[in-house]
């Protein structure tokens, strides 16, 4: 199993544009969950999915924040505009339903907002 | 709501040295309790895990009891290695395990040769 795969690994990008990042987790995993690591704050939950379904997106920080799973092996977290406080490293994490035994992160995105 | 509070750090040993890394934990009911380690530039990796009162974690040469009287689960190894160095996070889960893990803030291990 290739693990959970995001993507970019890496993003420098100007403030006011749009910054999409995307996430592949573990197959036959039902829950999906992007956290956003900042020295600041630490480890933040911004939203996650079961079977698809969006179920607590109180962690969003903002409308400029939105996340899809439009389908069981894909998951896309989009922000609109950004702005430098966005600058963060986002992790992707899956888990199968009723994740008591740990979920499995991805290697992350470390974006940078100019 | 629940909370892991983690002991400050960096944490700096020499290379053999015995390590304890403190974790308490505030939650209704009953979670599972989890380490995970951070390696540089890289993604958390899932160390250990406990998920009922008096369990033992273990891996790697890490152990972690789950003690619900003191609400805590700290790390422990016996002899410590300058590849341990990373960040190290305590979580739990609720006792659905479908919302999300709590984590504490992490404490940032150094092992010096």
């Known amino acids: 199993d290739a693990g959970v795969i995001q993507s970019p690994r890496h993003e420098v990008t100007e403030m006011g544009q749009e910054v999409t990042l995307r996430c592949k987790p573990i197959?036959?995993?039902?829950?999906l969950f992007w956290y956003r690591q900042t020295m600041m704050r630490g480890l933040e939950l911004l939203i996650y999915?079961?079977?698809?379904?969006?179920?607590?997106d109180s962690g969003m920080p903002e409308d400029r924040f939105s996340a899809k799973m439009p389908n069981a092996s894909f998951s896309t977290l989009k922000i609109q505009p950004s702005e430098p406080r966005d600058s963060a490293v986002y992790f992707c994490?899956?888990?199968?339903?009723?994740?008591?035994?740990?979920?499995?992160f991805g290697s992350g995105t470390r974006l940078t907002v100019v | 709501g629940d909370s892991v509070t983690q002991m400050e750090g960096p944490v700096t040993l020499s290379e053999e040295a015995f390590l304890t890394i403190n974790c308490t934990y505030t939650?209704?009911?009953?979670?599972?309790l989890f380490w995970y380690v951070q390696y540089p530039g890289e993604g958390l990796q899932l160390l250990l895990k406990?998920?009922?009162?008096?369990d033992k974690g273990s891996n790697k040469g890490f152990e972690a009891t789950y003690r619900k009287e003191t609400t805590s689960f700290h790390l422990e190894k016996g002899s410590v290695q300058v590849s341990d160095s990373a960040v190290y996070f305590c979580?739990?889960?609720?006792?659905?395990?479908?919302?999300?893990?709590?984590f504490g803030k992490g404490t940032h291990l150094i092992i010096q040769p």
């Open positions: 994490a899956s888990s199968p339903i009723g994740g008591r035994n740990g979920y499995t």
């Open positions: 197959s036959g995993h039902n829950s």
């Open positions: 999915f079961n079977n698809n379904v969006p179920i607590d």
């Open positions: 939650a209704t009911g009953y979670p599972s």
């Open positions: 406990a998920t009922k009162a008096d």
């Open positions: 979580a739990l889960s609720d006792l659905r395990g479908a919302d999300g893990l709590t």
